[in-house]
């Protein structure tokens, strides 16, 4: 497939203005799926999680999950919507080898919640309010993995393998209303709208928030007007984008993508897209199907879904701090700069620095380890950075640094130690004698060594030279096996050679 011709960004705003509108599917945590018993475990075996309810069988029939109404109203009055007295659930009609029933149960024209808005801040500061038209209950679908080709992609595949276990897992869809005024800001708006989601959700606690798992997938529409111009262009439906920065780079791919063919007298096609992480691009899916095609209708086997407005207000007394709020705490509390606050929100370490914090460490401490070391260990391992040490461990690890046990590197050796499972950080240094040697006795010995085996550095220290203390500093160090605190070593030995040792 030839690669797509592509105008430069800068150029492509010039001439055009991007109008934006996210559709942001959020798997929910409950226990079991949204119209059945069957265990909502991610992970599982192939197949093992379905019943004849989520695999379309004759005679199966729904029911609908109450925690998953909860969460789905939670939801929707942190985005500020109206929850609706009543709301209905209906058949979205498609074919497709991962909706058995060839139909997926789903809302439409009357969604649980409706008519919301979440507010933004950008890098730069600045603030881009999203309205939201709806957010609706439906299903998931199955999962397809196309064996056979190079890219994974049901493109080149030879044949493809359906798994049931996440058909029927509760989703809500958020969806926005059109966005626009966007412009050069726009990849970034889609990154940091679709984080706030995940941070929001997360907060909420309905949903594990995943992005690796497809708890959270995006689909970004785009399209192009040309300057001056009121009448909207063409859209695309870039689907299920994964990550943060995908949802950047898909945006801005398309804005470029579309205004090359614009600017050169072409059309663009009303249609869904891949994205290709590997390429940075997107491809063809298949036309994008309007309302109608999918021929909703009312759910015949489910009753409509009437909250009481007490409960609704019960819900809404449960909300957490908004992700928003929470942020400008955070920064004040912990009185970073912008950039090191940044760092944090950006590699997703918010909560596990703020329970860090709460164990008792510094933020500046907190901060290092989980964006240093920590980070380091969890890509090397390609998993995620919270997974694999506690906030109390490394808080612990702080309190043994700040109370002269350990050196960084010796706490590097501990947590790698504590990592591996072998226990709480005091236990890691126990168990592996990694403690600070802190006996002056034990010091003045090994320096002695060193200086008897480099008779001249005390004679350079003496002449003014101090760098030379270095040599035996490092000699100490080896000697210690790096048990020993280099800036008391280093005290040890301008005083021996003031002191005509």
Known sequence: MAAAKLMDYDTALELFEPVLGFEVHVELNTTTKMFCGCSNAFGQ??????????????????????????????????????????????????????????????????????????????????????????????????????VGGSTGRIQGADYSLVDFNRGGVPLVEIVTKMIEGAEADAPEVGRTYVAVIRELVKALGISNARMEEGNVRCDANVSLRPRGSSVLGT?????????????????????????????????????????????????????KSDADDYRYFPEPDLVPVAPSREWVEELRATLPEPPAARRKRLATDWGFTALEFQDVANADLLDVVEATVAA??????????????????????????????????????????????????????????????????????????????????????AIDEALAAQPDVLEKIRDGKVQAAGAVIGAVMKAMKGQADAARVRELVLERASAGV
Request: charged share 25%; proline share 4%; hydrophobic share 35%.
């Open 45 to 146: 075996g192939a197949n093992t999680n379905t019943c004849p309810t989520c695999l379309g069988l004759p005679g199966g029939l729904p029911q609908v999950n109450k925690k998953a109404i909860e969460s789905s109203i939670r939801l929707g009055l942190a985005l500020g919507c109206s929850i609706a007295e009543t709301s209905r659930f209906a058949r979205k009609n498609y074919f497709y080898p991962d909706t058995p029933k060839n139909f997926q149960t789903s809302q439409y024209d009357e969604p649980i919640a409706y008519d919301g808005s979440i507010t933004i801040e950008l890098e730069s500061g600045r603030a881009v309010t999203v309205a939201i038209e709806r957010a609706h209950m439906e299903e998931d679908a199955g999962k397809l993995t196309h």
């Open 360 to 445: 008792g460490a510094s933020p500046a401490a907190a901060r290092k380890w989980w964006t240093g070391e920590i980070a380091r260990l969890a890509n090397a391992q390609g998993v995620d950075a919270s997974t694999l040490v506690s906030p109390e461990h490394v808080a612990a690890l702080a309190r043994l640094i700040d109370d002269g046990t350990l050196t960084d590197r010796l706490a590097r050796q501990v947590l790698e130690g504590v990592i591996a499972g072998e226990g709480s950080p005091q236990e890691v240094v126990d168990a592996r004698g990694l403690a600070v040697v802190s006996d002056d006795g034990a010091l003045i010995a």
């Open 235 to 287: 859209r695309t439906e870039t689907k299920n984008v994964n990550s943060l920065r995908s949802v950047e780079r898909a945006v801005r791919y398309e804005i470029q993508r579309q205004a090359a063919i614009l600017a050169a007298g072409g059309t663009i096609t009303q249609e869904t897209r891949h994205w290709h992480e590997d390429s940075g691009t997107t491809s063809a899916g298949r036309p």
